[in-house]
Structures are given as C-alpha cells and as structure tokens.
C-alpha cells in the first residue's frame, strides 16, 4: 500500500519518545485526541508519559506512579513537531504543557 | 464540546463491523496527513497484515508485503476505510458501508478459490452430509 510524503500513521508513532526543544526525552506518545471539526477528524491534542499509558490502558486507578516528576502531559496539536515521525519533538518549552494529573 | 476521541484507545487494534455486522478485520493502522498550519487530519483506518507487522519491525513489514505481492500480483494488499465511514468507536469499530464492496475479503477469497475448493469437498459449506 502507497504510502504518501505527507502522511503519517498513527500506529507506527505511538509509543515513540518525544523531545523536548532540549533534546531532552519528555515521554512517550501514549494517546490521540481526535476532535471533529465541520465533516472531518483532527488531532487536537497528544497525550505524552506514563499517566497517559495507565489512562489509555484503563488502569489508572491501580496506578501508582513514583517520582517527582509529572506523569504525564497533553500537548495540543501545534506543541509537536512530527515531521520526523521517528523523533517526535517539542515546539515548545516543556512548561507549556498541560500537566496530567497524578494520582 | 463532544468528549474527544481516544484513537489509540477506542479505535487502533479493534474490531470493524461493516453495516451488516459482518466483521471485516481488526484496525492495524490508522492513517494522518500532516498538513502546514493546521492540524493533523484523520484520513483512514487500515487494515492489513503487512501493516500490523510493521509495527513489529518494519523489515517485516515490507517482506510479507512483498510476500503477499509474489503470491497475487493481482490483489490489492489491504483495505482501507475512510475515517468518515466510522459511526461508532469504543470496544468494537462500526462503519456504515458494505464490506463486500470493500477488499476486506478477497484473501479470504484468494485463498478459498485457489486451495481450500481445490482440496476434496472443499466446495460444500461444510455441514454433515454434503
């Protein structure tokens, strides 16, 4: 099956590592945030990091994540650059993004 | 605002049912297209073998592609389902078209004409007595 220049698939970018403006691992892509805008699907949001991977898993009520560090983030559509698809990286500075909540 | 769909959660790796609840594959892919300035748009759900096995390895991936090619030059090597065809995500995918005017089945197909009807009574439906 052809593959276009411009198309990505979602299957091959989930759980690759994202980076921040730092080159800095921030997490993985865990989720996909689809919104429908007038007749068609567009990704609105990323979520990014282990509380995203409980979430998606639906385990999170069992998740007890150690560390300090946040456990997650959502970043919307424009704070990842995936034109390297094998190296997904921020367009802005980690504290931009929107912290998942820990529990 | 509608909760937003969960793609990797609600749609990746789960079964589609065409209109007529006839199953058609698991969705092994899901196809973007990345445009400038705006987001990412959902084009498509793939299903195929070569796709599911690329997200093992891409070698892989491209040699049952390459396989499948070798073995019906002639068939197409997967389907793929527009995104605006799907009604319903969550446990299983619904799309509301007809799945027999997809090429959902024509390894299923491929394979029942060239070996399975081949092989002794392997043109009846399979019921006792036929």
Known sequence: MAKKANELRLELLVGRRVYDVD???VGRLEEFRATREDDEWVISEFDIGRAALLERLAIRHLGWLPGRRPAGYRARWDQIDLSEPDRPRLTVPIEALKTLRRR | MDEPLRLVRNV????????????LGKVDGVVLLSRQGRPPRVIALVSSMPTAWRRLSPRLGDWIERFQRWLAPDLRVGT???FEHVVHTGIDVNVDIDGTKTD????????RKTFVEKMPGGTGSGEKGE
Do not use: G, M, P, S
């Not at chain 2, 959902?104 to 394979?111: D, P, Q, S």
């Open chain 1, 23 to 25: 080159h800095r691992v």
């Open chain 2, 104 to 111: 959902a089945f024509v390894w299923e197909n491929w394979i």
């Open chain 2, 80 to 82: 793929r389902i527009r």
């Open chain 2, 12 to 23: 990746l790796d789960k079964q589609i049912y065409d209109a007529n609840d006839v199953r």
